[in-house]
């Protein structure tokens, strides 16, 4: 049974490549919980900012009419990988994780599987 | 009105200083009570919001009879958030979320502006006993961090206290699933607060629900009546910030004697 900052760990030292962590509640855009980052990144302003990438993709959806719910999100930069996982279990509606990988470093395959079974150990 | 960001040391001189001097105890102010222990805030709760208890029952997927057995057997030795988990009615990541979601909701309102002197009482902790603390900091940080995101998405805070209404405009647009639950209960008598306990969600998510339908011009805020329009309502003088203690003392003696 992980708490919060269990996971946010385990996701630092088990993903390969991983710079920082963040568990973001989407409505108010406030981090939950961060891990890693620094002086140059900081998490909790990443976090805020891509609540409205969540909430962009959301509402085009709905316009779209698509009866589908969002997995994760990829954004790919020239060093970094960018990856966003909603938190899907009961009780943690509009909660995502976001990870910020080296893309250098990072196996991106791995760290989406990987991800996927830190959602679920946070049992939320 | 837009106003410039205050510095965080703004927010709560004495909650600066008590965090500075680790103290532990309740920070009573007008809309809500933060609860520290050494000088991190534990807990926090406001009446303009939904407690943890509801956050947990409604949408947490707990039983409102395991949320009172949990403060029966827990309650007075101040360990109930420990004993839902052990006793595993509720997840640990599952409370530890819900939990910060309700301290910082809560200390939003309790940090609100107000002009009536905060109080503090030394040694008071809360029941539902310790959890995750989070630096004083932090709570300011976010309260101002919340202040700016509502102004940004709509400049009117008309409707975060006052009775809430449909406008005549048409729902021209998608409304998103958890904005419509928000929308379909403004009924020209609830308010944020009241929409907020109804659907079992954290306060501020309701206020920025709401703040985004008056941005699309489909909800307002009931404009006040003029007294004269109004009957059958008893105007009540203003709450005074100097009450009359003595005259407090002799009615608290006269009803005791009855």
Known sequence: ?124 | MRTAPAPVTALSPMLQRLADERATGALMRDRGTLYLAEGQVVHAESPATPGIDVLLTTGGGLHRDGWWEAVARAGAGQRVGRYLVDSGRVPGGALELCHLGALYDAAFFALAPTRTPARFRYGVSHWIGPVRPVPVDAVQRETLRRRELLERIWPDAAGDSAPLVRTARPVDAPVPPARRRVLDLVNGVRTASDIAQELGRPAFHVLVGLRRLAAAGLVEAVRELPAATAPGRVALPEVTADPDVALLRRLRDALEAL
């Open chain 1, 1 to 124: 049974m992980a708490n919060t900052e269990a996971s946010l760990k385990e996701a630092m030292t088990s993903i390969e490549g991983t710079l920082g962590v963040a568990l973001v509640d989407y409505t108010s855009g406030m981090a939950l919980g961060t891990l890693g980052g620094g002086k140059d990144f900081n998490l909790e302003v990443a976090a805020a900012g891509n609540t409205d990438v969540v909430r962009a993709k959301l509402r085009t959806m709905e316009h779209l009419g698509l009866q589908d719910e969002i997995e994760d999100v990829l954004i790919t930069l020239g060093g970094q990988y960018h990856l966003i996982r909603l938190l899907k279990a009961r009780g943690s509606n509009g909660l995502f994780l976001y990870l910020v990988l080296d893309k250098g470093r990072a196996n991106l395959a791995m760290a989406r599987h990987q991800l996927k079974r830190i959602e679920a150990e946070l049992e939320v």
